[in-house]
């Protein structure tokens, strides 16, 4: 998975990992722990970005874009630019966000390494957790 901390040309964060995970699930190759487009970042993303849910999922799944074409997309509804303030705002929220104790607890175990909490952003738990499910799923 591309991490939540990636952003694309355009500047806004977690989107090229939501434009994956909508695409893989929209041809059925998503890894069934994951959802193609969930209530957290994800959508944090689209309400940031002012697009709806359910037309975003219709495009992924009729035109299959590419990232480059999704982002096309994005500028075209949001007439050809985008509002900066808006996007450094989406993009302080997904830094700034903090599991709970018991995700990141979770998430620690899982990756086999001790919760000492000198990890505490979402971002870089939510790598880990993907390199384990990766490990645990390929590699094992």
Same mark, same amino acid.
């Given at each position: ?21 909508? %695409?893989?699930?929209?041809?059925? *190759? ?15 993303? +689209? ?9 975003? +999922? ?9 990232? &480059?074409? +999704?982002?096309?997309? &994005?500028?075209? *509804?949001?007439?050809? %630019? +985008? #509002? ?31 919760? #000492?909490?000198?990890? *505490? ?20």
């Amino acid at each position: 998975m591309i991490s939540s901390g990636v952003a694309g040309p355009l500047g806004v964060l977690h989107l090229p990992r939501l434009w994956q995970k909508a %695409s893989l699930e929209a041809v059925g *190759k998503l890894h069934p722990d994951y959802p193609g487009c969930g209530k957290g970042y994800d959508q944090m993303v +689209l309400d940031g970005l002012g697009i709806d849910r359910e037309e975003f +999922l219709a495009y992924i799944k009729s035109s299959k874009p590419s990232y &480059v074409q +999704l982002e096309s997309w &994005v500028l075209s *509804k949001k007439g050809g %630019s +985008l #509002d900066q303030a808006a996007v450094k705002k989406l993009n302080d929220a997904i830094k700034g966000y903090i599991h709970d104790d018991g995700t990141r607890a979770s998430i620690c175990s899982s990756a086999g390494r001790p919760d #000492d909490g000198s990890i *505490k952003d979402a971002v870089n738990l939510n790598n880990l957790d993907d390199w384990a499910t990766f490990y645990s799923a390929e590699l094992k």
